[in-house]
């Protein structure tokens, strides 16, 4: 008996009957945000990998232009090179905006004398991404997230031994 009235007064004591209820509805109302900022850091993570794959793309297909012409390597030796990259990292290639602008430029090779220059090659890789989590969250409140495109360049200088 003397173990009842201590847990009655225990429960007298701890609050009354209408504030039982409130931890769960304050959970009610931060359990949508909680979920929105851990869906949003997920697609964050999904976004920023995706990234990594077409900035390593771009540098793949840099590389590759600029070995030389001697070798052989032309705009779609560089462009299947980029779509390989893009498949190998696990992404859809069939989404990869095509063609791979491949273009010539020069770059200064001295800080002091702006006339010496080298020539580069530089490639410019454009990937789409769609927000997963977060556009269908979106839908919901009738918004649209949409997609956005992921874009990287890489510059790299010419391996063309220059003319004495």
Do not use: C
Request: a neutral charge; glycine letters at 10%.
């Amino acid at each position: 008996m003397a173990l009842l009235r201590r847990l009655r007064t225990y429960r007298f004591r701890a609050g009354t009957s209408g504030e039982r209820g409130a931890e769960l509805i304050e959970f009610a109302f931060v359990l949508p945000v909680l979920l929105l900022v851990a869906f949003g850091i997920i697609d964050f993570g999904f976004l920023f990998k995706e990234y990594e794959v077409v900035t390593n793309a771009a540098r793949e297909g840099a590389r590759l232009k600029s070995l030389g012409d001697s070798t052989g390597y032309s705009n779609a030796d560089v462009q299947a090179r980029v779509l390989q990259y893009i498949i190998n990292g696990g992404l859809d290639g069939s989404l990869l905006v095509t063609p791979v602008p491949v273009t010539a430029t020069t770059i200064p090779v001295s800080a002091t004398d702006p006339t010496i220059t080298a020539s580069a090659y530089t490639v410019r890789v454009t990937y789409p991404h769609r927000f997963w989590f977060l556009a269908g969250i979106a839908q919901m409140f009738g918004g649209s997230f949409g997609t956005a495109d992921l874009t990287a360049t890489s510059t790299m200088r010419s391996e063309v031994q220059a003319a004495p």
